[in-house]
Every structure is written in structure tokens, then in C-alpha cells.
């Protein structure tokens, strides 16, 4: 049984953007659909921390990396499928185990009390024999979804610790969209 299919590694390569590429957790929020509220309370308690950057402090901005914003959504769903917030931190911590590309082939099954972990269709099968109703998360799906979103919003590069004293530079999204907050400090800094 292999842990992930070849055309399941493909599709993590080409819908990976540059890990030198983070985003601001306003930028998140639209790419996941959650308020600023959930992901600051997510920060702060651990269940999904920013991997590039942290807050240290006020004024300093939070910047996830695509894994990241991959987990959020995956919060998301399962909360939204009414899985327990401890349930839940045992299925993020088990993903956190995994890289970028492992989690392209797994697919998380819940009966909406537990979560269980599936990287094939037969272990998806197994678990749908029992009888019981159970929902399905794939995660490669949940690549997709974000990488969509990420089209229309802007990223930042981040910058390397003997740099951090410089605004890292936003990255444009097309058609001119921009992250709100950033506009509005652009707008101050040049008046």
C-alpha cells in the first residue's frame, strides 16, 4: 500500500506557490473562509500557528505558509461538520507529522466524534463497511480549493531574520487586488 499515488504527488508539486511565500492573516482568512477572530484564537492557542512568522508583539503581522492555510481549511470543515475542538486538535496533530506532499494523499473520515486518517481507498472502504455515517475530507481537495482563492489575493516574501527590521514586499495578486491593511498603510506612508 503506497502512502500517496503518483498523480497525488503531482498534483502537491503544481499547486505548491514558492516557499519563500506567506501570507497575512487577513489574506488567510479570505483564502479559507473564516473571520480574523477564529484564526487570531487559532493562533494564540496553538491549534494551527503561523509556520513563517508569528506575532511578536504589537503591530507585527502573522504570515502563514500554504500548509498552513491547507489546515485551516481542514479546521474549517471539520468544526463546520460539528467535530469536537479536541477531536480536532488530535487530527491537526497528526497532519503536522506529515509533509507537504503526504498530505495530498490522505483523506481524514469522521463519524463526527472521531477522526481517522485514510491514504487509501481501501482504508476508506474499510471504514465505510461498518455502516456507520461518516464524511469524508479530502485534503488534495482542500489544495485545490486554496490555491483558487490564493489567485485573487495577495502573498508577501518573507523576509530573512537579519532583514526583519524591512516591511517584507507584498507580492501583487491580479487584477489589483490587495490585502486591505496593507493598502491602508501604503496610503499613510506616502502622505
Not at 499515488?5 to 501570507?23: C, H, N, R, W
Not at 509556520?51 to 474549517?76: C, E, M, N, W
Not at 479530502?138 to 482563492?149: D, V
Request: aromatic fraction near 6%; glycine fraction near 10%; include cysteine.
Amino acid at each position: 500500500m503506497e502512502p500517496y499515488s503518483a498523480d497525488q504527488a503531482t498534483l502537491a508539486e503544481a499547486f505548491l506557490p514558492e516557499p519563500t511565500v506567506g501570507y497575512r492573516g487577513v489574506t488567510a482568512c479570505h483564502a479559507v473562509g473564516i473571520s480574523y477572530r477564529q484564526i487570531d484564537y487559532w493562533a494564540r492557542t496553538g491549534l494551527v500557528s503561523p509556520s513563517i512568522r508569528d506575532a511578536s508583539g504589537s503591530g507585527t503581522q502573522r504570515l502563514y505558509s500554504f500548509r498552513d492555510l491547507v489546515v485551516l481549511k481542514v479546521v474549517k470543515r471539520l468544526l463546520d461538520a460539528g467535530v469536537s475542538l479536541q477531536n480536532i486538535r488530535k487530527a491537526i496533530e497528526t497532519l503536522r507529522s506529515h509533509g507537504v506532499e503526504d498530505l495530498a494523499g490522505i483523506t481524514l473520515i469522521s463519524d463526527g466524534t472521531t477522526v481517522y486518517e485514510c491514504r487509501s481507498a481501501e482504508e476508506v472502504v474499510d471504514l465505510l463497511q461498518g455502516g456507520q455515517g461518516v464524511f469524508g475530507i479530502a485534503i488534495g481537495g482542500a489544495f485545490k480549493e486554496i490555491q483558487g482563492s490564493l489567485a485573487m489575493l495577495p502573498g508577501e516574501r518573507a523576509v530573512p531574520e537579519e532583514d526583519a527590521g524591512e516591511p517584507a514586499p507584498v507580492i501583487e495578486a491580479p487584477f489589483g487586488v490587495t490585502d486591505e491593511l496593507a493598502a491602508r498603510r501604503a496610503r499613510r506612508r506616502a502622505s
